[in-house]
């Protein structure tokens, strides 16, 4: 079952991912933010969330999605990975 989870997760990322490549942010932000609700501690996500503020010019929120991966990540025990 955490198999099907992880797919699920990775499907809605990369769904996520090409709207970011069509230009389409704020729906790669509203399916990301989907995909959060149920696995809060996706670290592509998460570094999604920063990426897709980031380019949006928003940088106080860009900056807040990638303290919680910083912080989410070491507090389940993964390390932060630079991407």
């Known amino acids: 079952m955490l198999w099907h989870g992880v797919l699920a997760a990775d499907k809605h990322n990369e769904r996520a991912e090409s709207f970011y490549r069509e230009g389409r942010l704020d729906d790669a932000i509203n399916l990301t933010k989907m995909l959060l609700v149920c696995y809060p501690y996706q670290r592509n996500a998460l570094v999604n969330m920063g990426l897709y503020y980031f380019k949006k010019g928003d940088w106080d929120t860009a900056e807040k999605w990638c303290r919680k991966l910083l912080t989410s990540t070491s507090e389940n025990g ?6």
């Open 78 to 83: 993964y390390r932060a990975q630079a991407y």
